[in-house]
C-alpha cells in the first residue's frame, strides 16, 4: 500500500523558515518524480516544485523561486522542502505527490494527506 506522510508545517511569521517532509513507502520510491503542491482556501491546487527520479532536476513555480529548495533521499525514501523567507501569501495547505515530472496535479499518482503551512504577517 502507498504511503506518502507529510511532517513540519505550522505556524510561522513572515520571513521565517519551515522545513517540510515526506516520508514515501510501499512503492518504488527512486523511480518516481516528487513534487510538493499547495492549497489554499478557495484556490485550485497549485505544483510549487519538483524532483526529478535521480534528484538531478529540478522545477519551481516562479512565486517561491530563491526562496524554496526541494531535495530527496532516494537512501531514506524521502522527500524535503526547506521554505526560507516566507510570505502570508504562503499559507496553504502543502502536499506531497509520486508520479511524472512536472507541475501539472495530472501527472501525479500518489498523494499525501497534507501538512498546514500558515504564515502570519
Known amino acids: 500500500q502507498v504511503q506518502l506522510v507529510e511532517s513540519g508545517g505550522g505556524s510561522e511569521q513572515a520571513g521565517g523558515s519551515l522545513r517540510l517532509s515526506c516520508a514515501a513507502a510501499g512503492y518504488t520510491f527512486s523511480e518516481y518524480s516528487m513534487a510538493w503542491f499547495r492549497q489554499a482556501p478557495g484556490r485550485e491546487r497549485e505544483g510549487v516544485a519538483c524532483i526529478s527520479s535521480g534528484g538531478s532536476i529540478r522545477r519551481y513555480v516562479d512565486s517561491v523561486l530563491g526562496r524554496f529548495t526541494i531535495s530527496r533521499d532516494n537512501a531514506k525514501n524521502t522527500l524535503d522542502l526547506q521554505m526560507n523567507s516566507l510570505k502570508p501569501e504562503d499559507t496553504a495547505m502543502y502536499y506531497c505527490?509520486?508520479?511524472?515530472?512536472?507541475?501539472?496535479?495530472?501527472?501525479?499518482?500518489?498523494w499525501g494527506q497534507g501538512t498546514q503551512v500558515t504564515v502570519s504577517s
Open positions: 505527490a509520486a508520479g511524472r515530472f512536472g507541475l501539472d496535479r495530472n501527472q501525479y499518482e500518489y
